[in-house]
C-alpha cells in the first residue's frame, strides 16, 4: 500500500541552527500539507501546497519557515533558526483531489 | 475562525461494546469532516469522512454521524476491540484540504 515517508524520525537540534524535515508524499497525489503536533496537543496546520506554490498557511508559518518541493517526489519543510517552542511531532501529509490525506509517521523535532 | 473541538478527553469502553466519541463545531465553514485515529508514536490514520451535505455515512464497524442543527459530529465503533484502543480526531476540512483538527479523545478498551 503506498504510504508517506518522513525522515528522519527524531531530529536533535540546537536552538538557533536550521533543520530541514523531509518527506515523500504518495506518488499521484497532487496537494502536500505539512502539520505539528505539540506533545500532547492537537495537531495544526502549517501550511498547504499545491502546482508548485504555497496554497495556504496558518499563523505559525512565520518568516522562519518554508517548504520546497525540489524534485518532483520529495517535500521539505525549513526551519530556519529553530526556537525551543518549535519542538514537536511534524507530519507531512498528502491527498488527491477530494479525497483524504494520507499521513506520515511523523518527525520528532527536539530543539535544546 | 472555525473551531472543531472534542467533549470529552478520555473514553474508557469494555471489549465488544460499543462506542461513541462526540465532537462540536462552532461555525459552517467545513465542507467535509474526518475522523482520524492516532496511536502511539505514529501518524493519524484515515476512519472515515462525512460531506456536510450528509447526514450519516457508514463503514467497516464504524458510523459517523453529522448534526448541522447543533453543529456535533459523533464517531460509533461498534463491537470495539483492543486494537480500537487509540487517540481519535475529529477534523473539518476545506476545499484546499486544509484540515482544522479537534483536541482528541482517548479511547482505552478494558477487557
Known amino acids: 500500500e503506498p504510504e508517506v515517508t518522513q525522515t528522519p524520525s527524531h531530529q536533535v537540534t540546537q536552538m538557533g541552527q536550521e533543520v530541514i524535515l523531509r518527506c515523500v508524499p504518495i506518488?499521484?497525489?497532487?496537494?502536500f500539507y505539512w502539520y505539528r503536533q505539540i506533545l500532547g496537543q492537537k495537531v495544526e496546520f502549517l501550511v498547504s501546497?499545491?502546482?508548485?506554490?504555497?496554497?495556504?498557511k496558518s499563523e505559525i508559518f512565520d518568516d522562519q519557515f518554508s517548504v520546497e518541493r525540489p524534485d518532483g517526489s520529495n517535500f521539505t519543510l525549513k526551519i530556519r533558526s529553530t526556537k525551543l517552542e518549535d519542538s514537536a511531532m511534524y507530519f507531512c501529509?498528502?491527498?488527491?483531489?477530494?479525497?483524504?490525506?494520507?499521513f506520515g509517521q511523523g518527525t520528532r523535532l527536539t530543539v535544546v | 475562525g472555525e473551531s472543531v473541538g472534542l467533549h470529552l478527553p478520555t473514553l474508557s469502553v469494555q471489549e465488544g461494546d460499543n462506542s461513541i466519541i462526540n465532537c462540536a463545531y462552532s461555525?459552517?465553514?467545513?465542507?467535509?469532516f474526518i475522523w482520524y485515529k492516532q496511536e502511539s508514536g505514529k501518524g493519524p490514520q484515515f476512519i472515515i469522512d462525512?460531506?456536510?451535505?450528509?447526514d450519516k455515512r457508514q463503514g467497516q464497524r464504524v458510523t459517523v454521524l453529522l448534526n448541522k442543527t447543533v453543529k456535533h459530529l459523533s464517531l460509533q465503533i461498534a463491537a470495539t476491540q483492543p486494537g480500537d484502543s487509540a487517540v481519535y480526531f475529529c477534523?473539518?476540512?476545506?476545499?484546499?484540504?486544509?484540515?482544522?483538527f479537534g483536541a482528541g479523545t482517548q479511547v482505552v478498551v478494558t477487557p
Open positions: 477534523a473539518g476540512g476545506d476545499s484546499w484540504g486544509k484540515l482544522q
Open positions: 506518488s499521484n497525489h497532487l496537494y
Open positions: 462525512i460531506r456536510s451535505n450528509m
Open positions: 501546497f499545491y502546482n508548485n506554490e504555497i496554497s495556504e
Open positions: 461555525n459552517s465553514a467545513s465542507d467535509y
Open positions: 501529509a498528502s491527498r488527491l483531489e477530494g479525497t483524504e490525506a494520507f
